[in-house]
């Protein structure tokens, strides 16, 4: 039996200061333009935050992080780091940095990598995964702020079938299994209907959500383990402790 224990990374938000890095280069750019405070941020998606304040603000918000230098920027969230060395080293673990790369691929994959040298060392490169779809990569723990890791091709059924009232209690109960099962089993039809790209509906691993800004008020999950920050103790997490 395998008895490795594969963890998988997420970068934005777990390791780099996503949404400090946005917010600093937003008011550096729109120094006029309302901003939404750390402590105000509610839901993963800063664009949609944004647009819900004035429109036209949620292109400005793309417009940061599809700027260059953006992802290369980033500071490293406190610990993460020391955090990540740390944990390649342990025996019988192996470490990966599993994140989705924007669409708009000038800066943020060269970067993304490039960061990782910087921060990392040159080692880590062989360790980092780019995917839009973290459901088909394998592994024990994906640690991750976004409370709903769905495919690329489940979360565009739900938003565009289901009334945006369900579509908004899944994001804020944060955890796909809150869907009921048959309304699961109606989306997936749909996605196969629609030959939507593979999306695997039972990821092997078990996603520990990172605390950020964005989810901290989500209400607690009975099922779903929390990670409050580096200096919390993810070595216990890692040996399924707790
Ligand atoms: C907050 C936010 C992030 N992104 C992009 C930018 C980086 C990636 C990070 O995805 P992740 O690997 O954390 O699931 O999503 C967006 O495209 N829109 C947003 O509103």
Same mark, same amino acid.
């Given at each position: 039996?395998?008895?490795?224990?594969?963890?998988?990374?997420?970068?934005?938000?777990?390791?780099?200061?996503?949404?400090?890095?946005?917010? @600093?280069?937003?008011?550096?750019?729109?120094?006029?333009?309302?901003? *939404?405070? $750390?402590?105000?941020?509610?839901?993963?998606?800063?664009?949609?935050?944004?647009?819900?304040?004035?429109?036209?603000?949620?292109?400005? &918000?793309?417009?940061?992080?599809?700027?260059?230098?953006?992802?290369?920027?980033?500071?490293?969230?406190?610990?993460?780091?020391? &955090?990540?060395?740390?944990?390649? @080293?342990?025996?019988?673990?192996?470490?990966?940095?599993?994140?989705?790369?924007?669409?708009?691929?000038?800066?943020?994959?060269?970067?993304?990598? /490039?960061?990782?040298?910087?921060?990392?060392?040159?080692?880590?490169?062989?360790?980092? *995964?780019?995917?839009?779809?973290?459901?088909?990569?394998?592994?024990?723990?994906?640690?991750?702020?976004?409370?709903? *890791?769905?495919?690329?091709?489940?979360?565009?059924?739900?938003?565009?079938?289901?009334?945006?009232?369900?579509?908004?209690?899944?994001?804020?109960?944060?955890?796909?299994?809150?869907?009921? @099962?048959?309304?699961?089993?109606?989306?997936?039809?749909?996605?196969?209907?629609? @030959?939507?790209?593979?999306?695997?509906?039972?990821?092997?691993?078990?996603?520990?959500?990172?605390? &950020?800004?964005?989810?901290?008020?989500?209400?607690?999950?009975?099922?779903?383990?929390? $990670?409050?920050?580096? /200096?919390?103790?993810?070595?216990?997490?890692?040996?399924?402790?707790?």
């Amino acid at each position: 039996p395998n008895t490795r224990l594969r963890v998988l990374l997420d970068m934005d938000g777990v390791l780099a200061d996503f949404e400090g890095g946005f917010l @600093k280069k937003y008011r550096e750019r729109y120094p006029n333009e309302p901003y *939404i405070s $750390l402590e105000e941020r509610r839901g993963f998606w800063v664009s949609t935050q944004y647009g819900e304040l004035r429109a036209d603000l949620c292109d400005k &918000a793309i417009s940061i992080w599809e700027s260059k230098n953006f992802f290369m920027e980033l500071e490293p969230l406190p610990g993460s780091v020391e &955090a990540v060395k740390e944990m390649a @080293k342990m025996k019988n673990t192996d470490v990966f940095i599993c994140t989705s790369p924007i669409k708009h691929y000038a800066h943020c994959p060269y970067e993304k990598y /490039a960061w990782v040298e910087r921060h990392l060392g040159p080692d880590f490169l062989e360790k980092v *995964i780019l995917t839009r779809d973290k459901t088909i990569v394998s592994g024990d723990i994906l640690v991750d702020d976004k409370p709903d *890791i769905l495919g690329p091709g489940q979360l565009a059924i739900i938003e565009r079938n289901v009334n945006s009232a369900l579509y908004q209690k899944i994001l804020r109960q944060n955890v796909w299994s809150s869907v009921h @099962k048959s309304n699961r089993d109606w989306i997936m039809q749909q996605d196969s209907d629609q @030959k939507h790209e593979s999306v695997e509906p039972n990821p092997s691993w078990e996603h520990v959500l990172f605390t &950020a800004c964005h989810n901290k008020h989500l209400p607690v999950s009975t099922t779903q383990r929390r $990670l409050l920050s580096w /200096a919390d103790n993810w070595r216990d997490i890692l040996e399924g402790k707790c």
